[in-house]
């Protein structure tokens, strides 16, 4: 039973991986796209200019 309890948990953990590290992906890819700085603040990716 200890087994099946860790096989699930470890799906999980790596199903919750992929999220996170898709959110920085996602910012990355919109800044490449919208041409802004990375470590910008939000008004500044918000200001077209």
């Given at each position: 039973p200890r087994t099946g309890l860790g096989a699930r948990k470890r799906p999980v953990q790596r199903r919750v991986e992929p999220r996170p590290l898709a959110s920085p992906m996602q910012l990355q890819i919109d800044?490449?796209?919208?041409?802004?700085?990375?470590?910008?603040?939000?008004?500044?990716?918000?200001?077209?200019?």
């Amino acid at each position: 039973p200890r087994t099946g309890l860790g096989a699930r948990k470890r799906p999980v953990q790596r199903r919750v991986e992929p999220r996170p590290l898709a959110s920085p992906m996602q910012l990355q890819i919109d800044c490449e796209t919208m041409n802004i700085p990375d470590f910008g603040p939000p008004e500044r990716a918000y200001d077209p200019t």
